[in-house]
């Protein structure tokens, strides 16, 4: 392992653990966990489980709670935000009068539901199957929890009572246009404020629609400070921030519904760094390894070429506000709809047509575009809308078409093996199951939804995952940093090697002679010095032909063959070979056909 790469681990290790040093082991207070990355340190997560019978097959319990965006377990309990009146068949006039959103309170170790609150949608055309989408946040301190409505309500509640304590309606209040096809972002909670962003435009200094983030007093509700990105709006978003510590500033990071990666200082506003690299929204949200920022998109690129993108920029190196592009991936593949996640080494992004991809984070790229090859790709299904999940050398992601699929992970190497439950329609009902829900795992359970039912599955041998504490990483660092440096090769010119009595190869008895048969060959051979050979004679330079010509040369029928003609006894001048004057000197043998035309 190289000392950049060894110092990347420490870096990555020291952002990620940083962020979760005030979380409860056994809390899922982010929709991407306690680290903010998707991955999670239980251990002895069920490998595969049955949707049958609670008790039996890994599966603890089940509830007739149905819900599409990620749960938040605090304190033993799980609070989920879902739609009211979405039943598995045509919905009747009285059912389709109350239909809204609700959040569900329930027992995270039975299932039991605990208290609802319900809330209307009006001011938008969202249709039913794609309401509570935007995932909630919990503030662990004050046991409140926070979400985002559909229709624009921006509600904290009391996670013991479900009471408000404070709402805003962030519609009527600041002008937020409605999340078409349930493009709204959750909101997040971090350093006393509650932090949401939202297409935005008003009056006054705010006349102008863009993508703006807006923090509040996460106890008061009273409003700390505007942000807004710089590029023109393209339409609604739900990418949901993360917050992360690069160069000493706990910066918040989100995509933007400007085609761009922005991060502000999550105290002040204040916009850092700016990354565009979409002509559409950015709907993943990014997750963070260190310094390195990681996101995609399935929009058209700025500079035209395939559509898609996966990125990786270094946020500790920023010129002219734009982070360093570090590598991407670019072949065509759409990454717009669902988000990665990572277990520090390897990021894992699903594709829009249900194809996992693993990309080595710390691998060097090289050349002029920085393009970094997938280390493996596997096929899970046909349709990827929720994230995935990290935990216990297994990969938990959900697929729409009514699939939940346990993925056993390798390192760099293909998965060879998956476990897949098809859900179907309960007695009664009609059309297809779909699961959109990104899990959360939480005291060694694993917990997630489908449209009808909410399921929570695990083994006996489930335990919580414990975050080393920040300074322990620190100390591994500097000591890994140390043994680095120690060991660091002493490199020479290439005029010292050369002028050294051991250049070459090493071998047991010695440094190997430079004989022809020792020369290495293929892209080794560049670090021999070539030797001088004698300038090869000029060929004569033949006319390129164009594509177009040596294509229709091959698509040209063959001609037919000719009949042979008879051999004259006549001298010819145009027989071939000597001069003309020679031609006309000799007598000629006649002419005839050549061989190649024959």
């Known amino acids: 392992m190289t000392r950049r790469t060894c110092w990347n681990w420490c ?117 039913t199957s794609r309401l509570g989408w935007a995932p909630m946040t919990a ?50 909670c971090d350093s006393g404020l509650v932090i949401v962003g939202m297409a935005q435009g008003s009056w006054g200094d705010f006349a102008r629609g863009a993508n703006r983030f807006v923090a509040f007093d996460k106890d008061t509700g009273n409003v700390v400070w505007w942000a807004s990105a710089p590029y023109d709006l393209h339409g609604t978003y739900y990418s949901n921030p993360v917050v992360a510590v690069i160069n000493g500033e706990r910066l918040l990071i989100s995509g933007g519904a400007d085609g761009a990666l922005h991060a502000f200082q999550v105290r002040t506003g204040k916009r850092v760094w700016s990354y565009r690299f979409s002509t559409g929204v950015i709907n993943p949200s990014p997750v963070v390894v260190g310094n390195y920022v990681l996101c995609a998109h399935g929009e058209e690129n700025p500079e035209g070429g395939d559509i898609g993108r996966v990125i990786c920029v270094d946020a500790s190196k920023v010129k002219d506000q734009r982070p360093e592009l570090v590598w991407q991936f670019r072949d065509g593949t759409r990454f717009g709809l669902a988000s990665p996640a990572t277990d520090g080494k390897y990021l894992y992004i699903p594709s829009d047509t249900g194809k996992l991809y693993c990309f080595d984070i710390f691998k060097e790229v090289r050349g002029r575009e920085k393009t ?21 050398n297994k990969l938990y992601i959900s697929e729409v078409n009514g699939k939940f699929v346990i993925i056993p992970l390798n390192g760099d190497k293909p998965p060879t093996t998956s476990h897949v439950v098809q859900f179907r329609p309960p007695p009664g009902g009609q059309g ?118 040596r294509r229709r040369r091959r698509s040209r029928p063959a001609a037919p063959r000719p009949a042979a003609r008879r051999r004259s006894t006549r001298p010819s001048t145009r027989a071939p070979g000597g001069s003309r004057s020679a031609r006309r000197s000799r007598p000629s043998r006649g002419w005839s056909w050549p061989r190649w035309a024959s």
């Open 11 to 127: 870096l990555a290790a020291l952002g990620v653990l940083g962020l979760a040093g005030d979380t409860l082991a056994g809390d899922w207070i982010h929709w991407r966990g306690p680290e903010e990355t998707g991955f999670a340190r239980d251990t002895g997560l069920p490998a595969e489980w049955e949707p049958y019978q609670p008790g039996r097959d890994n599966l603890v319990w089940k509830a007739p709670v149905g819900y599409r965006s990620t749960p938040v377990i605090m304190g033993g309990k799980m609070y989920i935000i879902a739609a009211a009146g979405d039943v598995p068949r045509v919905q009747t006039p009285a059912e389709k009068l109350v239909t809204g959103e609700r959040i569900v309170s329930m027992d995270a170790n039975t299932g039991k539901v605990l208290w609802e609150r319900r809330f209307p949608v009006f001011l938008t055309d969202i249709v």
């Open 139 to 188: 503030d662990p301190e004050t046991k409140h929890i926070y979400a985002q409505t559909t229709a624009g309500f921006l509600v904290c509640l009391d996670g013991e009572t479900g009471k408000t304590v404070w709402e805003h309606q962030l519609t009527e209040e600041y002008g937020r246009v409605t999340g078409y096809g349930g493009r709204v972002a959750g909101p997040i």
């Open 372 to 392: 970094n090859r997938f280390a493996w790709r596997f096929n899970y299904g046909t349709t990827s809308r929720g994230a995935p999940v990290v935990g216990d």
């Open 432 to 549: 297809q199951v779909e699961v959109n829900s990104s899990p959360a795992v939480a005291n060694g359970k694993v917990y997630f939804g489908t449209r009808d039912e909410a399921f929570c599955i695990g083994t006996p041998q489930g335990m919580p995952g414990q975050v080393p504490a920040a300074k322990e990483v620190e100390a591994a660092a500097k000591a890994s940093r140390t043994s680095s440096s120690s060991t660091r090769p002493t490199w020479r010119s290439n005029r010292a090697r050369r002028s050294s009595s051991t250049y070459g190869r090493s071998t047991p008895t010695g440094p190997r002679s430079r004989t022809r048969s020792s020369r290495p060959t293929g892209p080794c051979r560049s670090r021999w010095p070539r030797r001088r050979r004698r300038p090869a004679r000029p060929r004569r330079r033949k006319t390129p032909r164009s594509r177009t010509s």
